[in-house]
């Protein structure tokens, strides 16, 4: 299985910037598509492939198919939406892909259970061709831009000085999440707490519930605040529950740690929107592509990094210190943001009333 995920990242962080100036050249639809088809195939492959190598290969197409497409639809909301409502955009869109993951996971258990492995890849790309429908509703010109006037995006210092941070903030988000959560809490539940199967699964949905309810509760106010002090206040709560399920061994501690983990992580879209605040839209492609190869290179070290250090100090101890991995790079982040009362491009940053 952590193969399977790790090939599946690869595909993704791979076309991380071949997907940003795609998008550059034939805009947001053509990227979408493109996306979509490359996801259908890989998951075609998948459903009949006759060897595990073939499947490793449609996992890695459908992680690449993955990245165009979500590179390709966050950027046009973060720069086609209003900026007083960014925050809350991005927020919605990263709830309904909680939701999505969460339904797709209940689907997809029910036909393997029905059925077999190979008919959830089948039914994936069945709703994938519907998608490329939705498609369609987005104008076709949008996401193009010229790359004579800056569409490739310089790297000046002052940028980097800028937008490094987010980097920084969107690596450990990452880290945290791929250790943390979808690996060593899963371990620590069946191994310190003895819950197993299907109440480990019930268990484990209180902290997507949490991070739902957390989404739902920052986004009233995301744009009406500093994002900094936030993602650092998050990024506590997360720290928090990882010593609470470090410290606990009642199987009732174990959703309570959990929510606060899940409630925690609801920060998820402060750093590309602090990215679109600070680089100013359309976002230059450099940076929009770094973005998302940070996030999933996170995606790939944080079970590695996480479980060695498991392997050193145990489960307990890696769970316990692995949120303030987060609380260190939220620190650098809200650290970076400290005394700035503007944009890199002129417009006020949100929460400044200087002017």
């Known amino acids: 299985m952590g193969l399977i995920n790790t090939v ?6 791979a076309a991380s910037y071949p997907a940003a100036r795609l998008r550059a050249g034939r805009g947001t639809r053509a990227t979408v598509e493109l996306g979509l088809a490359a ?19 449609g996992r890695l197409v459908m992680g690449a198919g993955a990245s165009v497409a979500f590179l390709a639809i966050l950027a046009e909301l973060l720069e086609a939406g209003p900026v007083p409502w960014r925050g809350r955009l991005a927020n919605a869109f990263e709830g309904m892909s909680i939701v999505s993951l969460a ?3 209940v689907c997809s258990a029910v036909l393997a259970a029905a ?3 190979r008919a959830v890849f089948w039914a994936a790309s069945l709703l994938l061709l519907l998608s490329v429908g939705v498609a369609r509703w987005i104008r076709p010109d949008a996401g193009r831009r010229d790359f004579e006037s800056g569409g490739r995006g310089s790297w000046r210092s002052t940028q980097l000085r800028a937008l490094a941070p987010v980097y920084v903030a969107t690596a450990s988000l990452s880290l945290v999440w791929a250790g943390l959560f979808a690996t060593m809490v899963p371990l620590l539940g069946y191994d310190r707490y003895a819950i197993a199967g299907s109440a480990l699964g019930w268990a484990l949905a209180v902290g997507y519930l949490a991070e739902v309810a957390g989404l739902i509760g920052l986004g009233f106010v ?10 650092l206040k998050g990024s506590l709560a997360v720290a928090a529950g990882g010593v609470v399920l470090a410290l ?7 959703p309570l740690g959990l929510a606060l983990v899940g409630g925690g992580f609801a920060i998820w879209m402060i750093p590309p929107t602090v990215l679109a605040d600070r680089a100013g839209t359309p976002l230059p492609l450099g940076h929009l592509a770094m973005y998302r190869f940070v ?8 079970p590695l990094l996480v479980s060695g250090v498991a392997e050193l100090v145990g489960e307990r101890g890696a769970v316990g210190a692995a949120g303030f991995i987060l609380v260190g790079g939220a620190l650098t982040l809200a650290r970076s943001g400290r005394g700035r009362g503007r944009q890199l491009h002129g417009a006020p940053w949100p929460g ?3 002017s």
């Not at 606990?248 to 174990?254: E, K, N, T």
């Open 352 to 354: 400044d009333t200087s």
């Open 222 to 231: 995301i744009d009406r605040m500093r994002r900094e002090p936030a993602f």
């Open 8 to 13: 599946y990242a690869i595909g993704r962080l």
């Open 248 to 254: 606990g061994s009642h199987p009732a501690i174990f």
């Open 115 to 117: 059925l077999s492995w």
């Open 39 to 57: 996801l259908i195939a890989g998951a075609l492959a998948c459903g009949v492939a006759p060897r595990f190598p073939v499947f490793l290969a």
């Open 295 to 302: 996030m999933d290179g996170g995606m790939i070290v944080g």
């Open 103 to 105: 339904a797709g996971g």
